[in-house]
């Protein structure tokens, strides 16, 4: 079965969705636990699918539901579907090694960021087409930051002019996100991170709040009522 979206797209899109999801609280892995009757996987699924330059989409499965999640996203769009890893960066390592040639820019995108918006993925895949080797999206830190010490004693008050928190898709030029992996080492919480290792710029670009990661059960009743006023 032909996995390709738009057959004349330059994107390749990857999807760590094989954590079990324990900051959420005991249940199926995160993925597949339910927001507004649907997996998180399939709300991410279908917004990635409806960015336009998107040719093929790699979904890495938790290593015991992958004819499960070939099912589940059959209806929603053509997706490759490989086991996933222990580690989120084992994940994208194995869905990265299962995109076809062709697509030049691949973007990595977690599913539990399951209300990004389509603009979102193109605008990132843009900044990367535009020249930049690896581009990630953004937002700024809105709360004033404390650095503690033992105790939860304060130390001091960070300067958070320069922090910005960091969301998925993160975009890279292909050959740069493979050569990152290939030399990877232990593992770290982002791509970028692996990128930034090999000495490349990573360039930010605006993130979007609806691109919130599903972390805790706060995050998922905010991402139903999001859903519930037309996210
Ligand atoms: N071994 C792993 C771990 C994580 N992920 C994916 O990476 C994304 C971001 O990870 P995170 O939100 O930290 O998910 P979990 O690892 O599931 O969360 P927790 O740390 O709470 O268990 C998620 O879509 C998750 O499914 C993955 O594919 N493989
Ligand atoms: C890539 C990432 O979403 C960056 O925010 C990453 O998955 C975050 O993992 P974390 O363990 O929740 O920081």
Known sequence: MTAQLNPRGDVAVLVPAAGAGVRLGPGAPKALRLLAGEPLLVHAV?????????????????????????????????????????ER????????????????????????????PPELVESVAGAVRSGHDAVIP?????????????????????????????????????????????????????DAGLVEKQGIPVVCVPGSEYALKVTRPFDLALAEHLLAAGA
């Open 46 to 86: 279908r917004r990635i699918a409806a960015a336009g330059s998107v040719h093929t989409i790699v979904v890495a499965a938790p290593a015991g539901e992958v004819e499960a999640v070939r099912r589940l996203l059959a209806p929603v769009a053509p997706v490759l579907v490989v086991p996933g890893g222990a």
């Open 89 to 116: 960066q084992a994940s994208v390592a194995a869905a990265l090694a299962a995109v076809p040639a062709g697509p030049g820019i691949v973007l990595v995108h977690d599913a539990a960021r399951a209300l990004t």
């Open 138 to 190: 953004v937002l700024p830190v809105v709360d004033t930051i404390k650095e503690v010490g033992a105790g939860e004693v304060v130390l001091g008050t960070v300067d958070r002019s320069a922090l910005r928190a960091v969301q998925t898709p993160q975009g890279f030029r292909r050959s740069v996100l493979a050569a990152a992996h290939a030399a990877a080492g232990d593992p770290l919480t982002d």
